[in-house]
Protein backbone atom coordinates (compact mmCIF):
# COMPACT_ATOMS: atom_id res chain seq x y z
CA UNK A 1 0.00 0.00 0.00
CA UNK A 2 1.21 3.34 -1.19
CA UNK A 3 1.45 5.91 1.42
CA UNK A 4 2.95 9.32 1.41
CA UNK A 5 2.68 11.55 4.49
CA UNK A 6 3.89 14.98 5.11
CA UNK A 7 5.63 16.83 8.23
CA UNK A 8 7.00 20.02 9.45
CA UNK A 9 5.69 22.49 11.51
CA UNK A 10 2.34 23.90 11.60
CA UNK A 11 3.18 27.77 12.22
CA UNK A 12 5.85 29.74 10.51
CA UNK A 13 6.54 33.50 11.18
CA UNK A 14 7.05 35.90 8.58
CA UNK A 15 9.79 35.90 6.70
CA UNK A 16 11.38 33.02 7.59
CA UNK A 17 11.67 29.77 5.64
CA UNK A 18 8.53 26.74 5.62
CA UNK A 19 10.04 23.59 5.17
CA UNK A 20 7.92 20.45 4.94
CA UNK A 21 9.15 16.71 4.53
CA UNK A 22 7.20 13.84 2.58
CA UNK A 23 8.07 10.59 3.30
CA UNK A 24 7.22 7.74 1.00
CA UNK A 25 6.33 4.36 1.48
CA UNK A 26 4.98 0.92 -0.77
CA UNK A 27 6.38 2.15 -4.00
CA UNK A 28 10.02 2.81 -5.43
CA UNK A 29 10.47 6.54 -5.87
CA UNK A 30 12.36 6.21 -9.44
CA UNK A 31 9.42 5.57 -11.37
CA UNK A 32 7.72 9.29 -10.65
CA UNK A 33 8.08 12.28 -10.05
CA UNK A 34 7.44 14.44 -6.56
CA UNK A 35 5.63 17.37 -6.27
CA UNK A 36 4.12 19.86 -4.12
CA UNK A 37 1.20 21.35 -4.83
CA UNK A 38 -0.90 23.59 -2.07
CA UNK A 39 -4.30 24.86 -1.51
CA UNK A 40 -4.93 28.44 0.72
CA UNK A 41 -7.90 28.32 2.85
CA UNK A 42 -11.05 28.19 0.45
CA UNK A 43 -9.21 28.73 -2.96
CA UNK A 44 -8.17 25.83 -5.73
CA UNK A 45 -5.22 23.80 -6.18
CA UNK A 46 -1.73 25.60 -6.94
CA UNK A 47 1.21 23.85 -8.37
CA UNK A 48 4.62 24.33 -6.59
CA UNK A 49 6.92 22.37 -8.16
CA UNK A 50 8.27 18.70 -8.63
CA UNK A 51 11.30 16.73 -8.32
CA UNK A 52 12.74 13.66 -10.48
CA UNK A 53 14.55 10.63 -8.54
CA UNK A 54 17.63 12.17 -11.01
CA UNK A 55 17.28 15.18 -9.06
CA UNK A 56 16.05 17.18 -11.90
CA UNK A 57 13.54 19.85 -10.29
CA UNK A 58 10.49 22.33 -11.69
CA UNK A 59 9.09 25.17 -10.15
CA UNK A 60 6.40 27.39 -10.59
CA UNK A 61 7.57 30.41 -11.83
CA UNK A 62 5.31 32.48 -9.75
CA UNK A 63 7.38 30.68 -6.83
CA UNK A 64 10.33 29.76 -8.64
CA UNK A 65 12.91 32.25 -7.00
CA UNK A 66 12.05 31.28 -3.53
CA UNK A 67 11.25 27.46 -3.72
CA UNK A 68 13.81 24.74 -3.25
CA UNK A 69 12.60 20.91 -3.66
CA UNK A 70 15.18 18.46 -2.30
CA UNK A 71 14.93 14.28 -2.91
CA UNK A 72 16.52 12.23 0.33
CA UNK A 73 16.85 8.32 -1.94
CA UNK A 74 18.58 7.30 1.34
CA UNK A 75 15.51 7.98 3.43
CA UNK A 76 12.62 7.92 0.64
CA UNK A 77 11.67 11.33 1.55
CA UNK A 78 11.60 14.81 -0.52
CA UNK A 79 11.06 18.21 0.99
CA UNK A 80 9.69 21.42 0.56
CA UNK A 81 11.94 24.95 1.62
CA UNK A 82 10.01 27.80 0.75
CA UNK A 83 12.01 30.92 1.98
CA UNK A 84 10.58 34.19 2.99
CA UNK A 85 7.18 33.50 3.69
CA UNK A 86 4.10 35.50 4.15
CA UNK A 87 0.52 35.39 5.15
CA UNK A 88 -0.32 34.59 1.27
CA UNK A 89 1.87 31.50 2.04
CA UNK A 90 -0.34 29.97 4.22
CA UNK A 91 -2.25 26.65 2.67
CA UNK A 92 -2.87 23.07 3.03
CA UNK A 93 0.69 21.45 1.39
CA UNK A 94 -0.61 18.55 -0.53
CA UNK A 95 3.08 15.95 -1.57
CA UNK A 96 1.98 14.11 -4.58
CA UNK A 97 3.49 11.22 -6.92
CA UNK A 98 3.23 11.48 -10.53
CA UNK A 99 3.87 8.93 -13.34
CA UNK A 100 6.54 10.89 -15.15
CA UNK A 101 6.07 11.60 -18.55
CA UNK A 102 5.23 14.28 -21.15
CA UNK A 103 1.33 14.58 -19.03
CA UNK A 104 2.28 13.19 -15.55
CA UNK A 105 -0.96 11.91 -13.76
CA UNK A 106 -0.80 12.17 -10.47
CA UNK A 107 -1.29 8.64 -8.96
CA UNK A 108 -0.96 9.44 -4.90
CA UNK A 109 -1.29 11.86 -2.64
CA UNK A 110 -0.83 12.50 0.71
CA UNK A 111 -3.40 13.75 3.41
CA UNK A 112 -2.53 17.68 3.56
CA UNK A 113 -0.61 19.50 6.28
CA UNK A 114 -2.11 23.16 7.49
CA UNK A 115 0.68 25.64 7.24
CA UNK A 116 -0.07 29.15 8.45
CA UNK A 117 2.27 31.92 8.29
CA UNK A 118 1.67 34.14 11.55
CA UNK B 1 2.24 29.99 -19.78
CA UNK B 2 -1.22 28.98 -20.05
CA UNK B 3 -4.33 29.42 -18.41
CA UNK B 4 -6.65 27.05 -17.51
CA UNK B 5 -10.75 28.45 -17.20
CA UNK B 6 -13.38 27.30 -15.52
CA UNK B 7 -16.72 27.86 -14.36
CA UNK B 8 -16.73 28.99 -10.44
CA UNK B 9 -19.95 27.21 -10.00
CA UNK B 10 -22.44 24.90 -11.23
CA UNK B 11 -25.15 23.10 -9.83
CA UNK B 12 -28.10 20.50 -11.12
CA UNK B 13 -30.77 18.14 -10.00
CA UNK B 14 -30.42 14.70 -9.22
CA UNK B 15 -30.78 12.30 -11.79
CA UNK B 16 -29.64 15.56 -14.14
CA UNK B 17 -26.65 15.33 -16.35
CA UNK B 18 -23.88 18.46 -15.79
CA UNK B 19 -20.83 19.31 -17.87
CA UNK B 20 -17.92 20.79 -16.56
CA UNK B 21 -15.90 22.98 -19.03
CA UNK B 22 -12.02 24.01 -18.84
CA UNK B 23 -10.93 26.38 -21.12
CA UNK B 24 -7.64 26.71 -22.11
CA UNK B 25 -5.90 30.48 -22.76
CA UNK B 26 -2.57 29.93 -24.31
CA UNK B 27 -1.88 27.57 -26.37
CA UNK B 28 -3.81 24.37 -27.56
CA UNK B 29 -5.79 21.86 -25.70
CA UNK B 30 -4.72 19.22 -27.42
CA UNK B 31 -0.97 19.49 -26.97
CA UNK B 32 -1.10 17.78 -23.68
CA UNK B 33 -3.27 15.57 -21.74
CA UNK B 34 -6.17 17.21 -19.50
CA UNK B 35 -6.52 15.09 -16.18
CA UNK B 36 -9.61 15.74 -14.14
CA UNK B 37 -9.66 15.51 -10.24
CA UNK B 38 -12.51 15.71 -7.48
CA UNK B 39 -12.23 16.95 -3.86
CA UNK B 40 -14.51 16.42 -1.23
CA UNK B 41 -13.81 18.94 1.46
CA UNK B 42 -11.48 18.01 3.81
CA UNK B 43 -9.65 15.19 1.86
CA UNK B 44 -6.89 14.90 -0.78
CA UNK B 45 -8.28 14.89 -4.94
CA UNK B 46 -8.73 11.43 -6.48
CA UNK B 47 -8.71 11.17 -10.24
CA UNK B 48 -11.95 10.94 -12.13
CA UNK B 49 -10.67 11.59 -15.39
CA UNK B 50 -7.15 10.96 -16.98
CA UNK B 51 -5.84 11.50 -20.43
CA UNK B 52 -8.58 13.52 -21.78
CA UNK B 53 -11.55 10.65 -21.63
CA UNK B 54 -9.77 7.53 -19.72
CA UNK B 55 -11.47 6.32 -16.42
CA UNK B 56 -9.81 4.95 -13.56
CA UNK B 57 -10.40 1.50 -12.35
CA UNK B 58 -13.64 1.76 -9.50
CA UNK B 59 -14.72 5.39 -10.85
CA UNK B 60 -18.17 4.78 -11.92
CA UNK B 61 -19.04 4.92 -15.81
CA UNK B 62 -21.54 8.49 -15.07
CA UNK B 63 -18.43 9.84 -15.34
CA UNK B 64 -16.77 10.71 -18.83
CA UNK B 65 -14.52 12.88 -21.06
CA UNK B 66 -14.10 14.39 -23.50
CA UNK B 67 -12.00 17.39 -25.90
CA UNK B 68 -12.97 19.89 -28.10
CA UNK B 69 -10.73 21.64 -30.61
CA UNK B 70 -12.62 24.24 -31.84
CA UNK B 71 -13.28 25.90 -28.42
CA UNK B 72 -9.93 24.97 -27.37
CA UNK B 73 -11.72 23.36 -23.94
CA UNK B 74 -11.75 19.96 -22.49
CA UNK B 75 -14.95 18.82 -20.47
CA UNK B 76 -15.85 16.70 -17.54
CA UNK B 77 -19.43 15.32 -17.94
CA UNK B 78 -21.13 13.57 -15.08
CA UNK B 79 -24.70 11.79 -15.74
CA UNK B 80 -26.90 10.34 -13.11
CA UNK B 81 -25.68 12.89 -10.86
CA UNK B 82 -26.06 11.27 -7.03
CA UNK B 83 -25.60 13.83 -4.17
CA UNK B 84 -22.30 12.37 -3.46
CA UNK B 85 -21.15 13.65 -6.54
CA UNK B 86 -21.38 17.36 -4.59
CA UNK B 87 -17.54 18.09 -4.84
CA UNK B 88 -14.94 20.55 -6.59
CA UNK B 89 -13.55 19.23 -9.82
CA UNK B 90 -10.40 20.53 -10.90
CA UNK B 91 -8.53 19.91 -14.53
CA UNK B 92 -4.83 19.92 -14.88
CA UNK B 93 -2.84 20.29 -17.90
CA UNK B 94 0.94 21.14 -18.96
CA UNK B 95 3.21 23.46 -20.73
CA UNK B 96 6.33 21.22 -21.39
CA UNK B 97 7.47 21.23 -17.76
CA UNK B 98 5.36 23.05 -16.06
CA UNK B 99 1.60 22.08 -14.90
CA UNK B 100 -1.31 24.20 -14.56
CA UNK B 101 -4.29 23.08 -12.61
CA UNK B 102 -7.92 25.38 -13.10
CA UNK B 103 -9.27 27.13 -10.69
CA UNK B 104 -11.64 25.23 -10.05
CA UNK B 105 -15.57 24.32 -10.16
CA UNK B 106 -17.67 23.93 -7.11
CA UNK B 107 -20.72 21.51 -7.99
CA UNK B 108 -24.00 21.25 -6.05
CA UNK B 109 -26.55 18.71 -6.65
CA UNK B 110 -29.44 20.02 -5.18
Known amino acids: QVQLQESGPGLVKPSETLSLSCAVSGVSMQSYCWAWIRQSPGKGLEWIGYIYYSGSSYYNSSLESRVTISIDRSKTQFSLNLRSATAADTAVYFC?????????????WGPGILVTVS | NFVLIQPHSVSESPGKTVTISCTRSGGSIGSHYVHWYQQRPGTSPTTVIY?????PSGVSDRFSGSLDTSSNSASLTISGLKTEDEADYYC?????????FGGGTKLTVL
Open chain 2, 51 to 55: EDKQR
Open chain 2, 92 to 100: LSFDGRFWV
Open chain 1, 96 to 108: AGAVAGSSPLIDY
